[in-house]
């Protein structure tokens, strides 16, 4: 199986026992003892699941779980002591898939651990990404609006792309043209500008997703 978890724990004996636990159900482990680690690991791998404790030193589980979301949406199950509602729901706030509380059965984490891969894995085999009404197919480049077919420009799709595919995350004018025009484009911000308001023009009321960022360029934000 190729599908690599990362377990940041830092109790050395649990941190083990799960660790067996995934390797035998044919999984590649990565580890790390304290958050600082985690991120480290996380940013130099590609990381398909991330099982992670929330009470650590230096940096805890929560603040992961947050730099994580900046840019990655990585399943990632919590592991937490607290069983208060509160606890869980902050987990969620920040960006959490699901959770366990500890004490905890490893045959229960690793069953919930492959049901989220399982889960994850079918959406993004269907290549349909949906944002209230606004769909997206990958495959077959087809975009519509509640429903009805609307016709993108190639420019406009790879716009459109880029932004829901780093949701939430400011792109510059310079950093949407390399990734639709290329490095070597020899056109200025003005392009992205353009292409920008014909592609709000034809969202229609979804326009609102892209967001302005004043000083900066733009951000795709789906609760608008």
């Known amino acids: 199986m190729d599908t690599t978890i990362l377990i940041v724990e830092d109790e050395d004996r649990m941190r083990k026992l799960i660790r067996d636990y995934f390797v035998s159900s044919g999984f590649n482990i990565l580890e790390a003892e304290n958050g600082i680690k985690a991120l480290e690991i996380f940013n130099a791998n590609k990381v398909d699941l991330i099982i992670l404790d929330i009470m650590m030193p230096y940096m805890d589980g929560y603040t992961v779980c947050k730099n994580i979301r900046r840019n990655s949406d990585v399943p990632i199950v919590i592991l937490t002591a607290k069983s208060e509602e509160d606890d869980k ?33 079918s959406k993004n085999k269907k290549g349909v990404m949906n944002f209230n009404g606004l769909e997206i197919n990958e495959l077959s480049h087809e975009v519509k609006i509640d429903e009805e ?4 420009s190639p420019k406009e799709y790879d716009l459109l792309l880029l932004f829901v595919k780093n949701k939430g995350i400011v792109l510059t ?42 000083g900066c360029g733009y951000k795709f934000e789906e609760n608008k």
């Open 89 to 121: 729901l902050l987990g969620y706030e920040f960006g959490a898939d699901d959770y366990v509380t500890k004490p905890f059965s490893p045959k229960v984490l690793v069953a919930k651990g492959k049901a989220l891969l399982k889960r994850i894995n």
């Open 149 to 152: 077919d609307i016709l993108l």
């Open 173 to 214: 004018r310079d950093k949407i043209l390399d990734k639709v025009w290329g490095f070597d484009y020899y056109g200025g911000a003005r392009t992205v500008d353009t292409n920008i308001k014909r592609l709000r023009e034809k969202l229609k009321n979804k326009a609102k997703y892209i967001v302005t960022v004043r």
